[in-house]
């Protein structure tokens, strides 16, 4: 692939190598001669070297050339308000003793959404569990619960923000229980474990189906790809009334948490903690069917039979983790960019597929000014290594984002054919506020984020990845949804409703800024 590195000035760091941050010598000599001059003088991207997976770089770098994006030329938001939707509890819903589900704490929660309506909040958020709506049988949708909900919603005055959920929450509920994939897929999975991702051991995650069975018919005779657009079908064939009036942004799930992403640093399993750099996600018999099948279109059969055999565990740091220096079999080798290459183009793939489909239902609702609705996607915050060389955590999860290479570019040009809003973290964090000693950015994130959006001409959205209701943590949302230098977020997403954010102290907080982002600034 030719070099992306035009204009990322930006994100070339002059690292602060002190004895306090690494006290080990070797891990500061690692970061300090890891140079990216060295990099270019060794010919990185030299033209001997062809990328993987011919049909996937064909997608992507047509982009440039003859992308037609679907988006519309975004107006100056500079003095437009932030809409704010709260998600809902996540422990809003449970299944009870017969096995149906059921909204919980229905008193309370009709309580908390007159509340927020006074106190200016514009809507909920709202994920439609894959794993509720089709639990028991393929193509059986039950859609009960979630209209009971959208009256109560639409009865308090609030808009809607929903998020279509093709996964799991089971391991990320805090012991609340949470939503399964539903119960035919597990039944599947129990026979064929391969539908999940899997790291190098031969540990499955369940989830979220590995997009190796994108388009294989081994879910009951349908793909993953087909599931999801049955699924998104019937559920604008559903609520067709709500959509564009109080429905307004429909997000559409790409991986764990619906963000498009590996499972690369599984939490609450005991397998990953941060700032642990993570492990790939490959080693499913399918997507390592699609792995020979790419090496041997390079040229180079060998390169099909395994992953990277030296990128270290889930908890390892960068230092001392072969893949993630310079050398033979690294990742800046052929080898390494072959892998990467192969490993995110996947990723981009799968996130075309799906909303390609998810475009094609919701064309007639964009089309009306009057019931106009956004179509979102997610990306994940991998901040934590950002401001080193070879940004290990992002690649683990799918971003080939070095500091040589914009990883971010094809994501959000995938997004803009579609005209999706992209849907991006961290706006409530700040530099100062990470641990220094693991290079973290996400301010450099966020930035790298807003600059390919620019570029791509798509809006964004904007979400919190840690709870905060303190003024500073709130007023950083704030400065960052009317970024100087940017166009004004088009809504923000606040994860999400709970007990704690109605307490005095809090919501003392929490009303002003409501109130003030629904305040054109």
């Known amino acids: 692939m030719a070099c992306q590195c035009g204009g990322r000035g930006a994100y070339c760091y ?86 149906i589900p059921r909204i919980r704490k229905i008193k309370a929660l009709t309580v908390s959404l007159k509340a927020l309506k006074l106190a200016g909040v514009h809507g909920i958020g709202v994920e439609v569990w894959w794993g509720i709506v089709e639990r028991l049988s393929p193509l059986e949708y039950d859609w009960s619960l979630y209209e009971e909900l959208f009256k109560l919603i639409s009865d308090s005055g609030l808009k809607m923000h929903v998020a279509l959920s093709f996964h799991s929450n089971v391991n990320s509920s805090s012991g609340k229980g949470g939503i399964s994939l539903p119960l035919w897929i597990l039944e599947i999975g129990n026979l064929n474990k391969d539908i999940y991702y899997q790291d190098r051991h031969g540990f499955s995650n369940h989830d979220y189906l590995t997009l190796g069975v994108d388009h294989l018919p081994v879910l009951s005779g349908r793909s993953a790809i087909q599931c999801y657009e049955d699924f998104m079908r019937g559920f604008v064939n559903k609520f067709e009334p709500f959509i564009g009036t109080v429905i307004e942004e429909i997000s559409i799930g790409l991986g ?137 955590a992002e690649l683990t999860a799918g971003y080939y984002n070095t500091a040589m290479r914009d990883g971010y570019d094809p994501v959000a040009s995938v997004f803009s054919r579609h005209g999706a809003a992209l849907h991006i973290p961290c706006l409530e964090m700040m530099d100062s506020e990470t641990p220094s000693k693991y290079f973290c950015s996400p301010e450099g994130l966020l930035q790298q984020i807003r600059s390919v959006s620019k570029k791509r001409i798509i809006h964004l959205i904007g979400r919190n990845t840690d709870e905060r209701f303190d003024k500073t943590g709130l007023w950083k949302i704030h400065s960052n949804c009317y970024h100087p230098q940017a166009e004004a977020v088009r809504s923000f997403t ?28």
């Open 256 to 392: 764990p948490s619906g963000e498009l992403r590996y499972p690369a640093h599984p939490f609450n399993d005991g397998r990953w903690n941060f700032p642990g750099i993570g492990e790939f996600q490959c080693y499913d018999k399918y997507m390592m069917e699609d792995l020979k099948m790419a090496a041997c279109q390079e040229g180079k059969p060998q390169w099909g039979n395994r992953g990277p055999e030296n990128a270290g565990c889930y908890n390892s740091l960068p230092a001392g983790v072969p893949f993630f220096e310079e050398g033979e079999e690294s990742f800046v080798s052929d080898y390494g960019r072959f892998f990467l290459e192969w490993y995110s183009g996947r990723l981009i793939c799968h996130a075309d597929a799906i909303l390609a489909r998810a475009a094609n239902i919701l064309e007639k609702y964009q089309e009306n000014n009057q019931t106009a609705v956004s179509l979102v996607a997610k990306i994940g915050g991998i901040y934590w290594w950002y401001q080193t060389v070879s940004h290990p």
């Open 494 to 521: 606040y994860f999400r409703m709970n007990d704690k954010i109605f307490r005095v102290e809090n919501w003392n907080n929490f009303v002003p800024f409501v109130r003030m982002m629904s305040m054109d600034s």
């Open 14 to 99: 002059n690292y602060n190598f002190n004895r306090e941050a690494f006290p080990d010598r070797r891990t500061r000599k690692f970061f300090r001669n890891v140079s990216a001059f060295r990099f270019f003088k060794h010919g990185l991207f030299s033209s001997k070297w062809r990328s993987s997976a011919a049909a996937t770089r064909r997608l992507i770098l047509s982009m440039d050339a003859r992308e037609e994006s679907r988006s519309t030329i975004l107006e100056s938001a500079k003095q437009k308000r932030v809409p704010i939707f709260v998600m809902m509890p996540v422990d809003a819903f449970a299944i009870d003793a017969s096995g």
